[in-house]
Nanobody, 126 residues
Framework: QVQLVESGGGLVQAGGSLRLSCTSSGRTFNSNAMGWFRQAPGKEREFVAAINWSGGSTFYADSVKGRFTIFRDNAKTTAYLRMNSLKPEDTAVYYC???????????????????WGQGTQVTVSS
């Protein structure tokens, strides 16, 4: 079992920054790939970013590339999403997820992830 808890969401003006954290407990964090997804009202959950177990491989959705950065600290069993130059269209509930298969491949599909956090709200005002 893996438990994931997100934090760091909030209300920010357009152009501002936030850093989301996802703290993991339970099964070994160091071997898991981690992903961030988001879901806006009335929309499907969509991929944002993913990172492999070592942090050496990352992948981003085109909509956030160059503005968001995913990274991890395995000693703290925490994954992060640094979000800069936020836009109103970034408003959503943000979820972190764990893929326990290990390896170096990261996935963009919701179904590839085994465990999910409860989500944290990010609201960007114009």
């Amino acid at each position: 079992q893996v438990q994931l808890v997100e934090s760091g969401g909030g209300l920010v003006q357009a152009g501002g920054s936030l850093r989301l954290s996802c703290t993991s407990s339970g099964r070994t964090f160091n071997s898991n790939a981690m992903g961030w997804f988001r879901q806006a009202p009335g929309k499907e959950r969509e991929f944002v970013a993913a990172i492999n177990w070592s942090g050496g491989s990352t992948f981003y959705a085109d909509s956030v590339k160059g503005r968001f950065t995913i990274f991890r600290d395995n000693a703290k069993t925490t994954a992060y999403l640094r979000m800069n130059s936020l836009k109103p269209e970034d408003t959503a509930v943000y979820y972190c997820a764990a893929d326990v298969r290990g390896g170096n491949v990261v996935y963009v599909q919701v179904g590839a992830y085994d465990y999910w956090g409860q989500g944290t709200q990010v609201t960007v005002s114009s």
